[in-house]
């Protein structure tokens, strides 16, 4: 047995210890982590004995929700702070006429990562449908999902782009290993 054929085995053996109806939730859980995804879910399912089809539901469900929750919370913070800025910005025009403001402190910038600069390339140069599609292959869904919406982007529309980037990542890696496994590694 080479070490592939023992490292799917104990994963299975690992599995089978875990009832059937749970097993779908514990690939959801890890679909919902960030940098395991559907697509490591998926694979974790595949992997540990689940049926493809299962496994990539129950992971790419995993990975939506997280998405969900970050473009949610992402977009009450970022009204809040558009809101906030309004309000400063009417009060700077009303000390400009005779009243007074107190000043906010400067806040620090930290550089960009190499990977938050490449999504915003390619968020100017394909939009958000392609920005949604290729984020995944620099930065997490979750994290490509916050930076749209914190850019200004309509919830809605990142959340119809998420779900298709999700749902083509976490099939392709999920059928991917489903055939790896069949005619590879099991044949």
Request: hydrophobic residues 60%; positive net charge; glycine residues 10%.
């Amino acid at each position: 047995m080479n070490p592939i054929e023992s490292l799917v085995s104990n994963l299975q053996e690992l599995a089978a210890q875990v009832p059937e109806i749970i097993q779908p939730l514990v690939v959801a859980l890890a679909g919902a982590v960030p940098f395991v995804e559907g697509e490591g879910g998926a694979i974790i399912g595949v992997i540990g004995g689940m049926h493809v089809v299962i496994a990539a539901i129950a992971a790419a469900a995993g990975n939506f929700l997280s998405v969900l929750v970050v473009v949610l919370l992402g977009s009450r913070a970022r009204h809040a702070v558009v809101e906030r800025r309004a309000v400063h910005a009417v009060a700077a025009g009303a000390a400009a006429v005779g009243g007074s403001v107190e000043t906010l402190p400067a806040v620090s910038v930290k550089p960009e990562s190499k990977g938050q600069q490449r999504f915003k390339r390619w968020l100017v140069r394909f939009g958000v449908p392609g920005a949604s599609i290729l984020g995944p292959l620099a930065i997490p869904t979750q994290f490509t999902s916050a930076m749209l919406v914190a850019a200004g982007t309509p919830r809605g529309w990142v959340l119809l782009w998420q779900a298709v980037a999700i749902i083509l990542w976490t099939t392709v890696a999920a059928v991917s290993v489903w055939a790896a496994l069949t005619f590879i590694v099991l044949a």
